[in-house]
C-alpha cells in the first residue's frame, strides 16, 4: 500500500512539471509589460555634478518607445524641437527595463550643445517608469559621469 502511495505522489509531481513546462518560458517568469507608446522623458544631471552642468541639469524629451516582444527601441526628439539624434535600445525583463544609448541635442541660438551616454534602468510602473541612469552627461564644456543621474519618464 505504502509503495503505491509513493508511486502516485510520484506521478504526480511529474505530471504536474511537465504540465506547467513550456519551452519557451518559466512557468515563474514574470511576463513583460506592454509599455509601448508616447512618453515624457526628463534626464536630470545627478547632484553630485558641479555647478557649470546648472543650466543643462534637466533635459526633457519626446519620447517613443517601440516594443517588440521585450525588445525596446527609443527614439528621442528634443522637446524644444532641437535637433536630436540618436536612440536607446535594450530590454524589458518582467517590469524591469534596461536601455543603453546616446542622445545628442545639438545646439542652437543662446545654447549649448547637450549629450548624455549611458544605461538607464528601472521599474517600469503603470504610466511612469523612475529609472537610474549611469553614464556621462554633457552640457557645452562641462561633463559629469556618475551613476545616480535620474530617467523619468511619464506616459503621454
Not at 511537465?18 to 515563474?28: I, L, R, W
Not at 534626464?43 to 543643462?56: K, P, Y
Amino acid at each position: 500500500m505504502m509503495r503505491s502511495v509513493r508511486a502516485i505522489a510520484v506521478c504526480m509531481v511529474i505530471l504536474g512539471m511537465t504540465a506547467c513546462s513550456d519551452d519557451d518560458e518559466s512557468p515563474t517568469s514574470p511576463r513583460s509589460a506592454g509599455i509601448g507608446g508616447e512618453y515624457r522623458l526628463a534626464i536630470q544631471a545627478a547632484s553630485s555634478c558641479g555647478t557649470e552642468l546648472d543650466v543643462g541639469r534637466e533635459v526633457q524629451f519626446n519620447a517613443t518607445i517601440t516594443q517588440s516582444g521585450d525588445d525596446l527601441t527609443i527614439a528621442l526628439v528634443s522637446e524644444q524641437g532641437f535637433p536630436t539624434e540618436g536612440q536607446f535600445e535594450g530590454t524589458l525583463d518582467g517590469s524591469v527595463m534596461s536601455v543603453e544609448g546616446t542622445v545628442h541635442v545639438a545646439p542652437s541660438e543662446g545654447t549649448r550643445d547637450y549629450e548624455a551616454s549611458g544605461e538607464i534602468l528601472g521599474p517600469v510602473g503603470a504610466d511612469i517608469i523612475q529609472g537610474l541612469f549611469e553614464g556621462t552627461i554633457r552640457y557645452g564644456d562641462a561633463t559629469c559621469s556618475a551613476r545616480e543621474h535620474r530617467a523619468n519618464f511619464v506616459r503621454e
